[in-house]
Every structure is written in structure tokens, then in C-alpha cells.
């Protein structure tokens, strides 16, 4: 089945470093990709999406390219902020074959210290 | 708007006992999903609600697990009898007929001990 496999935390950064956090899947179909985010004490919130190879979704100084060749969905973001703190979740969902169900990852906890 | 809740924040219960988990959803929500998350792994969907009907109920893990939303608002979850594995942080989102996957709005979730 489909799967979802992201890089294992806790990472700790200082303020303003650059961030990465890798996530790569497995389909049989053609998924849509999402970083999702969970701030201490929130739910889960969705930070960005992409439906198809080669998109790119950006939100709040966060991106991530849907890559089809290397089957990867990295988050970055340039400059984080200790207001970024947060456990961040790598999914997909196949709509082409009809399943509303999110795949998640294992989720990574973010911790920036000023 | 509010948004989905859930209830109890946190629950601590001995292995055998019962809880039920309760998710509100957004008002006008027919789509209602429950996901668990346990001891920091991934994230798993359990169930999918259409108003009051199962649509896909394939990650309920066995069937010490009831899921119910009788008139097709609120949902609870029941676990009877609870084991040790069964801790962790139990999700519920809601969206729209005919929302996309990334449609779902989450609850904060409810975090179940079992001891």
C-alpha cells in the first residue's frame, strides 16, 4: 500500500538557519502531496500542498517540490523562526483512486532556539 | 466558525476499562474521518464517516473499536476493553461533501494512556 517515509527528529536549530526535512513516498497512483503542521497544543494544520510532478506549494516561508523522479517531497524554508517550532507531518492522498484518506508520516518534532 | 472539537483532551485509563472519545465536527461537515497516532509514530486513519454511514472503516485495527455518528453529527469512538498499545493521540477531521483529501480540518486530538 501506499506509504509515506520523512526524516526522523527531534531537530533542533537556531534561529534564522536554514531547514530541511526530507520525506519521500511510495504510490501506485498519483498522489497529491502535503506538509502538515501541528503547533503545541493545535490541531493539525495543512501548511502546503502539490497535485501534480514538478509543483512547487509554498506557504508562510515554507516550500516543497513534488518530485516524481525521486519520488521526494522535501520541506524548506530559508530563515526559521522560533515561532516554527512545531512537529511537522509529510502526507499524500490518491484521489485517482477514490480514497479521501490522508498517508502520514511519522512526523518530525522542530525545535528553534533563539 | 468553530472549529472540530474533541473531548476529552486527555484520558487515563487501566488496561480492561472502557473510554469513548467524542468529535465534533464543523457544523454542515458530512465527511468525518478518525485517525490515531501511536507512541510517535505515523499517523493512521481508522475510519471515514458519509453523514451517519461507515464509508471506509478498513484501519480500525480490531473490534474493540466502535465508531459511531448516529444522525450524522457528533461521532464517538468507543475502545472496550483497552489494552496497553492502544495509547496515543487519536485524531478527527471533518470536510465538505465532495471535499479533496487536504479539505480536512483536524481537532487537536485526544491523548489516550492506557495503564
Known amino acids: 500500500g501506499d506509504s509515506v517515509t520523512q526524516m526522523e527528529g527531534p531537530v533542533t536549530l537556531s534561529e534564522e538557519a536554514f531547514l530541511t526535512i526530507n520525506c519521500t513516498y511510495t504510490?501506485?497512483?498519483?498522489?497529491?502531496l502535503f506538509w502538515y503542521v501541528q503547533y503545541p497544543g493545535e490541531g493539525l494544520q495543512l501548511l502546503l500542498k502539490a497535485t501534480k510532478a514538478d509543483d512547487k506549494g509554498s506557504n508562510k516561508g515554507f516550500e516543497a517540490t513534488y518530485r516524481k523522479e525521486t519520488t521526494s517531497f522535501h520541506l524548506e524554508k530559508g530563515s526559521v523562526q522560533v515561532s516554527d517550532s512545531a512537529v511537522y507531518f509529510c502526507a499524500l492522498s490518491d484521489e485517482v483512486q477514490g480514497a479521501q484518506k490522508l498517508v502520514f508520516g511519522q512526523g518530525t518534532r522542530l525545535t528553534i532556539n533563539p | 466558525e468553530a472549529g472540530v472539537t474533541q473531548f476529552p483532551s486527555h484520558s487515563v485509563i487501566e488496561k480492561g476499562q472502557t473510554v469513548t472519545l467524542r468529535c465534533d465536527p464543523i457544523s454542515g461537515h458530512d465527511n468525518l474521518y478518525w485517525y490515531r497516532r501511536v507512541m510517535g509514530k505515523e499517523i493512521k486513519f481508522l475510519l471515514h464517516?458519509?453523514?451517519?454511514?461507515?464509508?471506509?472503516e478498513s484501519g480500525m485495527p480490531n473490534n474493540r473499536f466502535l465508531a459511531e455518528r448516529t444522525g450524522g453529527t457528533y461521532s464517538t469512538l468507543k475502545v472496550q476493553p483497552a489494552e496497553l498499545e492502544d495509547s496515543g493521540v487519536y485524531f478527527c477531521?471533518?470536510?465538505?461533501?465532495?471535499?479533496?483529501?487536504?479539505?480536512?480540518?483536524f481537532g487537536p486530538g485526544t491523548r489516550l494512556t492506557v495503564t
Open positions: 504510490a501506485t497512483g498519483y498522489p497529491s
Open positions: 464517516f458519509v453523514k451517519e454511514s461507515k464509508q471506509d
Open positions: 477531521a471533518s470536510s465538505q461533501v465532495g471535499g479533496l483529501s487536504y479539505e480536512q480540518y
